[in-house]
């Protein structure tokens, strides 16, 4: 069993509530795991060009193609994304709108598998955490847990945030704020959101071992699919 872990922040590792945040899911399944970071990464939206209608296999030729073999070999997921927009960021979206290529002429091979979302936002981490949540369904993959925490919004380094007024900083603190590192928000330091991210893994873990049925899971997702659109 494997699980592929995504980062979908455009930050170093050491900065990313994302990244921490998956990370810290991931080492508590008990599970091998590969953790990906899609900083730097070169990854475009579907064309609508239909290439993989056939076979598949997406032909867009970019970074999301060397990721196309752990996708198809995980057993499961655990993706997160900061929030942009009460959104996901643009590199997240683009990487799970390409899994459109599994969908085709009944494909399933994403069907049944098990999922845990995870994001952070400079105020709430829940909006892309719902997005990922989405995305999972429409594969007919089942969201095991979601997992929030606040990150460090650019207000706090953007070199403005004492003074801008729609700036994060002066939302929280008021009118003369000034920035200290102890309020920076950091999700290391945020009990609630590591040990909901830890008890996210556990779950997960479990699941997998027990030797979950790929085809009841699709079938309750299916159905799940079915009750949202009506």
Same mark, same amino acid.
């Given at each position: ?33 590969? @953790?990906? #970071? ?39 997921? =655990? ?19 390409? $899994?459109?290529?599994? +969908? ?6 994403? $069907? ?13 981490? +829940? ?16 969201? @095991?847990?979601?997992?929030?925490? &606040?990150?460090?919004? #650019? ?21 003369? =704020? ?17 040990? #909901? ?9 479990? +699941? ?5 049925? +790929? ?6 997702? &299916? ?8």
């Amino acid at each position: 069993m494997k699980i592929l872990g995504i980062s979908g922040s455009s930050r170093k590792k050491d900065t990313s509530g994302v990244y921490k945040l998956v990370k810290t899911v991931l080492e508590n399944t008990g599970i091998e795991y590969d @953790l990906v #970071s899609l900083r730097g990464k070169k990854i475009g939206g579907c064309i609508a060009c239909l290439g993989c209608a056939k076979d598949n296999i997406c032909k867009v030729s970019d970074d999301m193609t060397e990721l196309r073999d752990k996708i198809v070999g995980a057993d499961a997921y =655990v993706i997160g994304a900061p929030n942009y927009y009460s959104g996901l960021n643009a590199v997240t979206h683009a990487f799970i709108e390409r $899994w459109f290529q599994f +969908r085709h002429q009944g494909g399933d091979t994403l $069907w049944g598998k098990l999922g845990i979302a995870v994001g952070v936002g400079g105020m709430d981490g +829940r909006f892309p955490a719902d997005d990922i949540e989405k995305f999972f369904l429409y594969s007919f993959i089942e969201t @095991l847990a979601k997992v929030s925490g &606040q990150g460090a919004a #650019s207000c706090y380094s953007c070199g403005y945030g004492e003074s801008c007024a729609v700036g994060i900083p002066q939302m929280l603190y008021g009118k003369n =704020v000034k920035i200290t590192n102890e309020m920076i928000p950091d999700v290391s330091r945020q009990p609630e959101a590591m040990t #909901s991210a830890a008890d996210a893994g556990i779950l997960l873990g479990k +699941r997998l071992k027990s030797g979950h049925d +790929r085809k009841v899971v699709t079938q309750n997702m &299916q159905q799940k699919m079915t009750d949202m659109m009506n």
